[in-house]
């Protein structure tokens, strides 16, 4: 049986056949963006290192559009955070902002400790305290 050289994935990637690649899946294909990326920095793509899709089109592999980031830093691409000259901003969900991005500092969030780790509420500051008082409102009411 010939195998394809390249193809698209169900989920939207393009994996390259590259059986002697050390990230090869057991049918020896590899995502051409981890291709793409290591060609560019010269290395391995190392464990913890992501390659996050800059127009989030998976098959768009140019290097212009590949960004490596941290696990983390993935993560807050995806939930919307933006890294504004090494700050990092995060779109408030509160009915006062909707949506503002704001600094993800003790000033403007709330922070709470999971899994050993400082998170920052979805709301800031002052949208946390006005869903309170309408809380507490809405509480008299009833």
């Not at 000033?107 to 500051?125: A, E, M």
């Amino acid at each position: 049986m010939r195998r394809r050289r390249r193809y698209i994935d169900h989920v939207g990637y393009v994996r390259v056949f590259s059986p002697t690649h050390p990230r090869a899946s057991r049918y020896g294909y590899v995502y051409e963006h981890v291709l793409v990326m290591e060609k560019a920095l010269g290395r391995l793509v190392r464990p913890g290192e992501h390659i996050h899709h800059r127009n989030e089109n998976k098959a768009d592999n140019r290097i212009e559009n590949l960004a490596l980031v941290s696990d983390s830093g993935h993560k807050r691409e995806h939930a919307g955070w933006e890294n504004i000259e090494g700050q990092w901003f995060k779109p408030c969900s509160g009915m006062l902002c909707a949506g503002k991005l704001l600094p993800v500092t003790e000033r403007f969030f709330l922070f709470r400790t999971r899994k050993g780790r400082r998170v920052p509420l979805s709301r800031c500051r002052a949208c946390q305290a006005e869903a309170k008082r309408r809380s507490r409102k809405q509480e008299k009411n009833s």
